[in-house]
């Protein structure tokens, strides 16, 4: 049987406060899909209190904002991805793609 890695990624601040891992990634990519906070929380099973504050401390944390939101309103506002939420989708995706393949050559050589 050959074993395969899966890594995961959670990012922390300098007091070591967990702020972006595979929660938030997952919330951001509902967002872009949905084009909006709420419904990406509903698909998620969250509140829409708990996705925000979510979004807002990455934001605090990346010192970026991530999302531009646009409130109710004739068309019913929604949220889209700022370029920073764009690029914090791939480096995330980046850095978990390279660690799952440094992980699974590193079960190789060692003959895991």
Known sequence: MKAEGIVRIILENEDEKKFFGKGPYT???????????????????MSYSKAFNV???????????LLYREIGGVKGGGSKLTEDGEEI??????IVKEMN?????????LEF
């Open 27 to 45: 919330l951001l990519l509902k967002v872009k899909e949905l084009g909006s906070l709420n419904k990406a929380a509903k698909e998620m099973g």
């Open 55 to 65: 979004i807002k401390s990455c934001e605090k944390a990346l010192d970026k904002k």
């Open 89 to 94: 989708i791939e480096k995330y995706e980046y």
């Open 101 to 109: 393949e440094k992980m699974n050559s590193l079960l190789d050589e």
